[in-house]
């Protein structure tokens, strides 16, 4: 009864300083570092600290690892590999959990070939009920919520129903709204991506309808799509604009408005916003920034917004270059299907651009010659349609 398990909890801590847990975060202390004429070998002291209010029991870490590399001077854990060759980290009898309010330490030495620092960790475990939660007492109280719930909920939709879809409509407006206001300060900056964020936006959001995710994720991908580049805000206009070769350091100026954006995002409360900010320019094989997540590492709303956003940025004219023809797009974005892209989202894309959906999207979001505008749908309803008002 004691050790009644609650979850099972999955999480991804990154060691680098991005915080994306309000629960569990690590710390990474490099205790000394060897090199050889064909070797680095590096002590690393980690130490998990639990911010929750739930134990941590029976517990394991994968940390990616170079390919060739080897640890010894191993304590606290026990190691082995995965398939993929990855380190997974388990406990031993003395720190099997991870206390609420507490944290465990343990640490090794890695031999690779080039100098090497982890920079993400993946913790896996699963998570107790609290101390006195027993179960006549988690029932009662399931009873009881289930039982108010049902009620609160049929005598909200006898009364306010109606009320509630308009409040709810006004919101989705002023949400619309402030961020329009937001993109179009980008919009200012860079003339020839106008309405690059509108379109990723719908462009997702129809991705995301598809692929028949819940109505509330719907529109918190096309949230996530108005907001993916607000980093960009922080280029100046003579990078942003520059119509020749970019050098390293505006190249990295340019990456950088993935960090910025994750930033300045920080204390929005819409789920998945910020992530899409921080990680769109992932790639699925690894390759990408700012944080090189593979596969389903890279947050979902993150890998529906990075396709839609190379297929706008292929589909319009850039201040580099013109834009590519239909068949074009389709042979770059299946080329780029397992390795830039999700297989899974490349479909759906590939799609819309068939189908013509794409077409709709650039027609309703034009802006007519004399400057009027010609969006036929009310923008701060495009939501509300996925939402079914």
């Known amino acids: 009864m004691r050790n009644n398990l609650s979850s ?26 060897v090199r050889t004429a064909n070797t680095y070998a590096t002590q690393y002291e980690f130490v998990i600290n639990n911010l929750g209010t739930n134990d941590l029991e029976n517990w394991n870490i994968f940390l990616a690892m170079p390919r060739g590399s080897s640890v010894t001077d191993v304590w606290n854990v026990e190691l082995s590999r995965d398939d993929r060759e990855d380190l997974v980290i388990t406990p031993v009898n003395n720190n099997m959990t991870i206390k ?34 027993t179960t006549a007492s988690r029932l009662i109280i399931v009873l009881l919520i289930i039982w108010g719930a049902v ?100 190249m990295s100026a340019i990456r950088n408005h993935t960090v910025a954006g994750g930033n300045m995002l920080k204390q929005l409360s819409i789920s998945g916003v910020r992530e899409t900010a921080l990680y769109h320019h992932e790639r699925f094989d690894g390759l990408g920034y700012p944080e090189g997540l593979r596969g389903d590492e890279i947050p979902l709303y993150a890998r529906i917004v990075g396709v839609a956003d190379s297929y706008d940025a292929m589909s319009s004219n850039r201040v580099y270059r013109r834009h590519l023809n239909k068949d074009e797009i389709i042979e770059e974005i299946q080329k780029g299907s397992g390795n830039q892209f999700d297989p899974a989202i490349v479909v759906y894309m590939v799609d819309m651009i068939n189908d013509g959906y794409v077409n709709v999207v650039k027609m309703e979001t034009a802006d007519s010659d004399d400057g009027s505008d010609r969006l036929h749908l009310r923008e701060e309803d495009i939501p509300g349609l996925y939402m079914g008002f």
């Open 8 to 33: 099972i909890y999955r999480c991804r801590i990154s060691l680098n300083g991005s915080r994306l847990s309000d629960e569990f975060y690590a710390n990474v202390k490099k205790v000394s570092s």
């Open 100 to 133: 609420a309010r507490g944290n465990v330490s343990f640490g090794f030495t890695i031999h690779t070939r080039r100098a090497y620092t982890p920079s993400a960790l993946m913790l896996r475990g699963f998570k107790t009920m609290p101390p006195g939660a």
């Open 151 to 250: 009620f609160v909920g049929v005598l909200v939709a006898r009364l306010n129903s109606r009320s509630y879809r308009e409040r709810q409509k006004t919101d989705i407006k002023i949400i619309l709204q402030s961020m329009n206001t937001f993109i179009s300060f980008i919009d200012a900056k860079d003339p020839y991506t106008r309405g690059h964020s509108r379109r990723v936006a719908m462009y997702a959001a129809e991705i995301a309808k598809r692929m028949h995710l819940p109505e509330n994720e719907i529109q918190n991908v096309y949230y996530a799509g108005l907001l993916h580049d607000a980093g960009k805000i922080s280029i100046p206009d003579a990078v942003l604009n520059k119509p020749g070769k970019l050098t390293d350091e505006e």
